[in-house]
């Protein structure tokens, strides 16, 4: 079974330019979470996707970030336009049920850097 | 106060150790608590997790949870080279809007020969 997948692996991006990143959840995952470790500090959450839906946005930073799950399926989140503030990784995690003791899995990260 | 509080280390053990890991949180309505395991450049890989108080062992691992003192361990016995990683402690709640996790900053581990 492949594991969740993102896309690119890295992004190197000028201050305000735009940049989309991918999360291909496990197959047959409901809940998809996307979490953001900024430079020295805790991953964090940014939002939960429950199949297309938005369950959880409270961890967004602003209205430059805008994700999306089409389908269901896999789910983009577009920076635009990015800002020196906005690097670092974007961790995407897929899980099946939405229970406490339910195991989130994550996907490799992308690591984006704003110049 | 930060919700999850983890000593950033470096924590460094001979092999054949036993490395003990250590977390607080601050949130009392936690119900699930987790270890992850991340390699550097790699996500990160659960390798614990545990709901009730008391210990929960699995192999070289034993999670270690204390409600009342908000205190959550992992002890690592017979250390390895190949345990050397940063280990993340994560507490989650499960909310009418999802089950987010709330991560410390994590402790470095390194083990050596």
């Known amino acids: 079974e492949a594991g969740v997948t993102q896309f690119p692996s890295h992004s190197v991006i000028e201050k305000g330019q735009t940049v989309t990143l991918r999360c291909d959840p496990i197959s047959g995952h409901d809940n998809l979470y996307w979490y953001r470790r900024v430079m020295g500090k805790e991953i964090k959450f940014l939002l939960h996707?429950?199949?297309?839906?938005?369950?959880?946005e409270s961890g967004m930073p602003n209205n430059r970030f805008l994700a999306e799950r089409t389908g269901g399926t896999y789910s983009t989140l577009k920076v635009q336009p990015a800002e020196l503030e906005d690097s670092g990784v974007y961790f995407c995690?897929?899980?099946?049920?939405?229970?406490?003791?339910?195991?989130?899995?994550f996907g490799p990260g992308t690591r984006l850097t704003v110049l | 106060q930060k919700e999850v509080e983890q000593n950033s280390g470096p924590l460094s053990v001979p092999e054949g150790a036993i490395a003990s890991l250590n977390c607080t949180y601050s949130d009392r309505v936690s119900q699930s608590f987790f270890w992850y395991r991340q390699y550097s450049g790699k996500s990160p890989e659960l390798i614990m997790s545990?709901?009730?108080?008391g210990d929960k062992e699995d192999g070289r691992f034993t999670a270690q949870l204390n409600k009342a003192s908000q205190y959550v361990s992992l002890l690592i016995r017979d250390s390895q080279p190949s345990d050397s990683a940063t280990y993340l402690c994560?507490?989650?709640?499960?909310?009418?809007?999802?089950?987010?996790?709330?991560f410390g900053t994590g402790t470095q581990l390194k083990v050596e020969l």
């Open positions: 994560a507490v989650s709640r499960l909310t009418g809007g999802g089950n987010k996790l709330t």
């Open positions: 545990i709901y009730s108080n």
């Open positions: 996707f429950v199949k297309e839906s938005k369950q959880d």
């Open positions: 995690a897929s899980s099946q049920r939405r229970v406490e003791t339910d195991t989130q899995y």
